[in-house]
């Protein structure tokens, strides 16, 4: 019985995050030495999670800083190809997501990006051109019970959208793993060369010995 409740309760607290969260989706574009920074107005004991994918780009690495509402970074991902992040606002401010590819000379970095917290207010000063950012998802605040419903089937939709994410790291890492396997096979086929050479060097050279050694009988 106590079982049932905690799985309704757990239940009811998923759909009430549902609900109560905002969520946002972008597909970065970063250019060489250039970085973009985003937003968030967040009261104390707000949420926010931030999860990104470097998904096309020179070495797919790019650094991202997590500021807090005195513009300090409390946390950083340096020169990885995604990452993730999950944090509770200490103090009311505004807190920022800056994403930097100065690291980059000539290489720009493609990110999907993906911002969900419970914070009422929206993100701030973006000034992102439709050239930027080529999908952009924003729910207003609660208020009603359409809206309600409108969040839950956003909710589902980043479920959605996070599978997605998921089949492109496979997909990144197949191509990898199949870049590999080429690898390996020229590099055998490099060594069983090598080792033919090297056991017809080995016979001349004994063919070679026991001529010499015959001639001097003789």
């Not at 799985?7 to 989706?25: A, G, P």
């Not at 513009?71 to 997501?97: I, M, W």
């Not at 309600?148 to 997605?164: D, E, M």
Request: glycine share 6%; net charge neutral.
């Amino acid at each position: 019985m106590n079982k049932k409740i905690n799985i309704f309760l757990l239940l009811i607290s998923f759909m009430v995050n549902c609900v109560l969260s905002k969520s946002y989706t972008f597909t970065v574009k970063i250019s060489a030495r250039d970085s973009l920074c985003l937003y968030q107005p967040m009261t104390e004991g707000n949420y926010m999670e931030v999860d990104f994918q470097v998904i096309e780009g020179g070495a797919l690495d790019i650094d991202c800083h997590i500021k807090s509402s005195n513009l300090r970074s409390f946390k950083s991902f340096n020169r990885l190809s995604e990452g993730y992040h999950t944090f509770v606002a200490d103090k009311t401010g505004d807190y920022a997501v800056c994403l930097d590819n100065t690291h980059s000379t000539l290489v720009a970095k493609l990110v999907y990006l993906i911002l969900e917290t419970n914070a009422e207010d929206e993100l701030e000063d973006l000034n992102l051109s439709e050239e930027t950012i080529s999908n952009y998802e924003l729910d207003g605040q609660v208020e009603n019970i359409e809206t309600k419903l409108r969040n839950i089937g956003h909710a589902l939709n980043l479920i959605i959208t996070q599978q997605r994410h998921f089949r492109g790291r496979e997909a990144r890492h197949r191509k990898t793993a199949e870049s590999n396997y080429t690898r390996v096979n020229y590099f055998s086929i490099a060594q069983i060369i090598v080792l033919i050479i090297i056991a017809g060097v080995q016979v001349g050279m004994v063919r070679v010995f026991f001529r010499e050694r015959k001639g001097q009988r003789i």
